[in-house]
């Protein structure tokens, strides 16, 4: 099955401590891309990766770090400087940067 | 600004038709989706226009696009329960390096 997965679905931490959010794809695709999600703000972008080893900053990317060393996985570390961390987290991918992006089913994560 | 607008909610009788609008901001862009989000998942691709195209139908679905305006619009024809969800509309701008810009969604809420 080709698609794009995320884990854990629900994630619990303790306020100041760094937590990773995993991303998989087996789509080939070149770009992948995370999004942010709160009740009435739509999504928000985060950071998105053109190709490997290679990514850019998107609207909200402080106290958030990426890496893509590997075309199938773009995991996202949200650090103790995120000052809201609680929200939904989506992961996508595309063929290429500004094409359809297809979603993972998100990652929830809740800071107590 | 690069803002995607749509309605943030929508109430329609089981049976009737359903309209989603938007409105983008690049008149150049060159596709034009939806998407649709169910309670606790990801976004799902549901059709997409291409910017040199009026009307696209599938099935129950029919997308509408005056370029003149940049309004988009997606009608639901004969709503049933399962259609209600979170419908958000997104553009593929024609400037380079960019990932598609997402509206804040409408919430469809289709009664019995």
């Known amino acids: 099955d080709g698609g794009i997965t995320q884990s854990p679905k629900y994630l619990f931490r303790k306020e100041g401590q760094n937590v990773t959010l995993s991303c998989e794809q087996n789509l080939n695709h070149d770009a992948m891309y995370w999004y942010r999600q709160d009740p009435g703000q739509g999504l928000r972008l985060i950071y998105y990766s053109q190709i490997v080893n290679d990514f850019q900053k998107g609207d909200i990317a402080e106290g958030y770090s990426v890496s893509r060393e590997k075309k199938e996985s773009f995991p996202l570390t949200v650090t103790s400087a995120q000052k809201n961390p609680t929200a939904f987290y989506l992961c996508a991918s595309s063929m290429t940067l500004n094409t359809e992006a297809f979603f993972g089913q998100g990652t929830r994560l809740t800071v107590v | ?112």
Not at chain 2, 17 to 33: E, K, M, P, Q, R
Not at chain 2, 46 to 56: E, V
Not at chain 2, 58 to 70: A, C, E, F, G
């Open chain 2, 1 to 112: 600004g690069e803002d995607v607008e749509q309605s943030l909610f929508l109430s329609v009788r089981e049976g009737d038709s359903s309209v989603i609008n938007c409105t983008y901001t690049d008149s150049s862009s060159t596709y034009l989706y939806w998407y649709k989000q169910e309670p606790g998942a990801g976004l799902q691709l549901l059709t997409y226009i291409f910017s040199n195209m009026d009307m696209k139908q599938d099935q129950r679905l029919t997308v509408l696009l005056n370029k003149k305006d940049k309004h988009l619009s997606l009608r639901i024809a004969d709503t049933q329960t399962g259609d209600s969800a979170i419908y958000f509309c997104a553009e593929s701008m024609r400037q380079a390096g960019t990932a598609l810009i997402f509206g804040k969604g409408t919430t469809l809420s289709v009664s019995s």
